[in-house]
């Protein structure tokens, strides 16, 4: 039997939607301004969206560039977090470039990277893994750095090479802090994602958008970023339920819909 708390907490992102999307009615009814559509509105265009196939087609082109970039940062960022996490040196070497790539929003890239590669896929594909990067290396660093000593010590006196440790020791108790990392990179990917997609404009869901605005189909406009916005929750959903399976061993962590940074 699902208990009276389990039923609130599964219902509170639904209400809050809902919640949302009256007040979005409500703001939209009294300003009656033509490029602010009604909630309705918006929501009625949804289906001329995903029921013509070029827009699905476009929408496939941004989820597969968003999961190539994602895969990429998660494969180079979590190696060079846990080893910036355990060792001075590769952290002192690579701490200042991270400090300098931070702060930069991505988006302020597009134009010096379209210079480099052009308006292509490896444009975008290039912001979504710096985009995912910096979160991934910080959250792997960070639980690579927490590690206890005594493991590694006991590692070392079994006869585990430093490769070893890293892998059989120090992989899995920052697997928790790691999984944090990639839940907020895995936002940051779909935000970058429709960001550089509207600036190299040529297909994707970002690329329906911006048109969209340009034509002046405000519903259309709202409609998409109903479709992006339900993406992300869809994406965060079965991350989540990953994550809770890979680390079912670690103390249990309040349960929030989307993650930020």
Same mark, same amino acid.
């Given at each position: 039997?699902?208990?009276?708390?389990?039923? *609130?907490?599964?219902?509170?992102?639904?209400?809050?939607?809902?919640?949302?999307l009256?007040a979005?009615?409500? *703001?939209?009814?009294?300003?009656k301004?033509?490029?602010?559509?009604?909630?309705?509105?918006? @929501?009625r265009?949804?289906?001329?969206? &995903?029921?013509? !196939?070029?827009?699905?087609?476009?929408?496939? $082109?941004?989820?597969?560039r968003?999961? @190539?970039g994602?895969?990429?940062?998660? &494969?180079?960022?979590?190696?060079?977090?846990l080893?910036?996490?355990?060792?001075? *040196?590769?952290?002192?070497?690579?701490?200042?470039?991270l400090?300098?790539i931070?702060?930069?929003? !991505?988006? $302020?890239? =597009?134009?010096?990277?379209? &210079? +480099?590669?052009?308006?292509?896929?490896?444009?975008?594909?290039?912001?979504?893994? %710096?985009?995912?990067?910096?979160?991934?290396?910080?959250?792997?660093?960070?639980?690579a750095?927490?590690?206890?000593? !005594?493991?590694?010590?006991?590692?070392?006196?079994?006869?585990?090479?430093?490769?070893?440790?890293?892998?059989?020791?120090? %992989?899995?108790?920052? %697997?928790?802090?790691?999984?944090?990392?990639?839940?907020?990179?895995?936002?940051?990917a779909l935000?970058? =994602?429709?960001?550089?997609?509207? @600036?190299?404009?040529?297909?994707?869901?970002?690329?329906?958008?911006?048109?969209?605005?340009?034509?002046?189909?405000?519903?259309?406009?709202?409609?998409?970023?109903?479709?992006?916005?339900? =993406?992300?929750?869809?994406?965060?959903?079965v991350?989540?339920?990953?994550?809770?399976?890979?680390?079912? +061993?670690?103390?249990?962590?309040?349960?929030?819909?989307?993650?930020?940074?």
């Amino acid at each position: 039997m699902i208990s009276p708390a389990a039923v *609130a907490r599964r219902a509170a992102p639904v209400l809050a939607c809902i919640g949302l999307l009256a007040a979005w009615q409500v *703001a939209s009814l009294g300003l009656k301004n033509d490029s602010f559509p009604t909630a309705l509105e918006a @929501i009625r265009a949804v289906p001329d969206i &995903l029921g013509d !196939k070029e827009s699905l087609i476009n929408i496939l $082109a941004s989820l597969r560039r968003m999961a @190539i970039g994602f895969g990429i940062a998660v &494969l180079v960022s979590i190696p060079l977090g846990l080893l910036m996490g355990r060792s001075r *040196a590769v952290a002192s070497f690579f701490n200042p470039l991270l400090m300098v790539i931070y702060p930069v929003p !991505k988006a $302020a890239l =597009m134009p010096i990277i379209m &210079l +480099w590669l052009g308006v292509g896929e490896a444009t975008k594909i290039l912001v979504i893994f %710096l985009g995912v990067s910096l979160p991934v290396i910080y959250h792997s660093f960070e639980g690579a750095k927490a590690v206890e000593e !005594k493991m590694l010590w006991s590692g070392a006196a079994m006869g585990l090479s430093a490769l070893q440790r890293l892998v059989r020791i120090v %992989l899995p108790a920052a %697997l928790p802090e790691i999984l944090t990392g990639c839940r907020t990179g895995l936002v940051l990917a779909l935000i970058t =994602m429709i960001t550089s997609e509207m @600036i190299a404009r040529q297909s994707g869901a970002g690329n329906i958008l911006f048109n969209a605005l340009d034509m002046g189909q405000y519903d259309t406009v709202y409609a998409m970023i109903i479709v992006v916005g339900a =993406m992300g929750i869809c994406l965060d959903a079965v991350f989540e339920r990953v994550r809770a399976g890979l680390v079912r +061993w670690s103390e249990p962590q309040f349960d929030m819909p989307l993650s930020f940074s």
